[in-house]
């Protein structure tokens, strides 16, 4: 496509219960980013794919959360037994090898009620 | 490793005034250098990036930005404040193609 496209852009949910956030990157972009950004906060570095491995994912917050990639493109990141602390703007971006720009997409706003 | 602090979670200019947002890298190897956008309720998007070569960058909107090694900084600049720049703005640094690393971003106010 034409950018980075996430879905859904917003979710509600209810404590307890398991969402699955989806990213679709830039065709042919190799590496690909999730951020947690909470309301009027920075952005935090959750995990980071290089193809479909992730060789850093020091950023995710507790073994609740997982992310996969497959075929090198599309990454979903699962968080199990939701917590109304897990309310924020879920960021994805990717960026290839010879352009290291990130390219972001819109979000995707979760709300744990 | 490499790491980013932005000097200033909150900077306030009045329009017309000069901008000036900080930041400051660490990093073992030559990086490649970034500010980012990000209006109320959008993604981020790229103002503009140091890679190699001059080391004075334009970006887009009026804003520029100077990497200055000896510094180890990456400050953007405007010469002039527009309400429309209001906006939170983020410095990043890359490695080769690796982690993008991010500041915890500067949100900027301008009054009228």
């Known amino acids: 496509g034409a950018g980075v496209s996430q879905s859904p852009s917003n979710k509600v949910t209810e404590k307890g219960k398991d969402v699955e956030l989806r990213c679709d990157p830039i065709?042919?972009?190799?590496?690909l980013y999730w951020y947690r950004q909470s309301l009027g906060q920075g952005l935090e570095f959750l995990i980071y794919?290089?193809?479909?491995?992730?060789?850093?994912k020091s950023g995710l917050p507790s073994d609740r959360f997982s992310a996969e990639r497959t075929g090198g493109s599309v990454s979903t990141l699962t968080i199990q037994r939701t917590q109304q602390e897990d309310s924020a703007v879920y960021l994805c971006?990717?960026?290839?090898?010879?352009?290291?720009?990130?390219?972001f997409g819109q979000g995707t706003r979760l709300t744990v009620v | 490793a490499q790491s980013v602090t932005q000097l200033g979670s909150h900077v306030s200019v009045s329009e017309g005034a000069l901008v000036l947002l900080r930041c400051n890298y660490s990093?073992?190897?030559?990086?490649?250098l970034f500010w980012y956008v990000q209006y109320p309720n959008q993604g981020l998007q790229l103002l503009l990036k140091?890679?190699?070569?001059?080391?004075l960058v334009k970006g887009i909107n009026g804003f520029e930005a100077e990497f200055k090694k000896s510094e180890t900084s990456f400050h953007l600049t405007k010469p002039s404040a527009h309400m429309s720049d209001a906006a939170e703005y983020f410095c990043?640094?890359?490695?080769?193609?690796?982690?993008?690393?991010f500041g915890d971003g500067t949100t900027l106010t301008v009054k009228p």
């Open positions: 971006a990717s960026s290839s090898l010879t352009n290291t720009e990130a390219f």
């Open positions: 065709s042919g972009h190799t590496a």
């Open positions: 794919f290089q193809g479909n491995s992730a060789p850093d």
């Open positions: 990093s073992s190897v030559p990086p490649y």
């Open positions: 140091y890679t190699t070569g001059a080391t």
């Open positions: 990043a640094v890359t490695i080769n193609a690796g982690k993008s690393t």
